[in-house]
């Protein structure tokens, strides 16, 4: 019930912008939506590009604001409550639209640390530039200030990618949190052979 909570409470509070067109008509929201067949001889091109909202709530993990960021690895079977309190409000010279506060059990203490210092803590890259992942998704935030917490962390894949044709070079720095599909995952042994199987240790 807990993450059934949390999860509406996540999506309620945030925004999520597609590329499926929409408009209203006397409260009335029409969708249309463009179908896709295998016959299809153009390619579809999408600019995906994540839009900000100016106005966000304010994130309180036990009574500590931080930054709606940690989210993204805060484990949701160590939350024991969360509360959101709606109206505008000004925090440390910034403007917020609501607060969520969100309280863990008490045997659980997150350690919060941003991208950049988790970089620094955990990872010998010191030259080029970063390209940070959680479970495969790109983070495209202010690492100094996109913070996550270690606890929920399963591990940390690097990768360094180069092609000296498109002059790029970089590293790839992926986080892999201990969802339960994650963890199965890494008690997996991978045969590769004829046929590639995994079997659960």
Known sequence: ?????FISVI?????????????KVNGLKIVKQETVSENDTIISVNYINKIESDRKPAYFINGKLTNESVLKTLNPNEIENVNVEKGNFEIE????????????????????????????????????????K???????????????????????????FENSQEKLKFN???????????????KEIIIRGKDKFAINK
């Not at 019930?1 to 909570?5: A, C, D, S, V």
């Not at 863990?104 to 080029?128: A, C, G, Q, R």
């Not at 690492?143 to 917490?149: F, G, K």
């Open 134 to 160: 959680i479970d495969n998704e790109i983070i495209n935030a202010d690492y100094e200030n996109y913070v996550v917490d270690e606890n929920y962390i399963l591990k940390i894949n690097v990768e360094k």
């Open 93 to 132: 010279n910034v403007n917020y639209k609501g607060k969520l506060y969100i309280v863990t059990k008490s045997t659980y203490k997150p350690k919060l640390i941003s991208l950049n210092n988790l970089k620094m803590k955990y990872t010998s890259i010191k030259e080029n530039s970063t390209i940070f």
């Open 11 to 23: 999506l309620l509070t945030l925004n999520t912008f597609g590329q499926i067109k929409s408009e």
């Open 1 to 5: 019930m807990k993450k059934i909570l």
């Open 172 to 186: 790839i720095v992926n986080l892999i949190t201990k969802t339960e599909e994650n963890i199965k995952k890494s």
